[in-house]
């Protein structure tokens, strides 16, 4: 199963696929406070919740707009899941055409939803 995350500025959406069905999706709050440790309790216990269990997640993906946090959720990933992200960044091909002037100014997110 795919775990794919967005990283905003209030929320952290996470949605679990299926092949390309979406079997859950899961919401914690932003909080640059919080350590890869808790980020993992609360991940581990929301996707039990919802009928997922953590060893089926074999693959994983986030865009963040939040720097401190990337850090963290790709050590909640290595650790909880003995997975890699992709990072989705200006720098992933995508093989979308982004024609503004700098793209690297074009964020994770809007970048990850194009895609989609």
């Not at 919401?27 to 089926?56: F, H, Q």
Request: contains cysteine.
């Amino acid at each position: 199963m795919l775990l794919a995350m967005d990283i905003g500025n209030t929320v952290v959406t996470m949605g679990v696929f299926d092949d390309s069905k979406l079997v859950t999706t899961l919401r914690v709050a932003t909080d640059t406070r919080r350590l890869a440790d808790e980020y993992g309790v609360m991940v581990t216990n929301a996707l039990i919740l919802k009928g997922v269990t953590p060893s089926d997640i074999d693959s994983i993906c986030m865009c963040s707009v939040v720097p401190p946090l990337t850090v963290v959720f790709t050590e909640v990933c290595n650790t909880l899941f003995d997975v890699s992200p992709l990072i989705v960044s200006a720098g992933v091909r995508t093989g979308l055409p982004i024609l503004y002037d700098n793209p690297r100014d074009v964020g994770a997110d809007r970048i990850a939803d194009a895609v989609a």
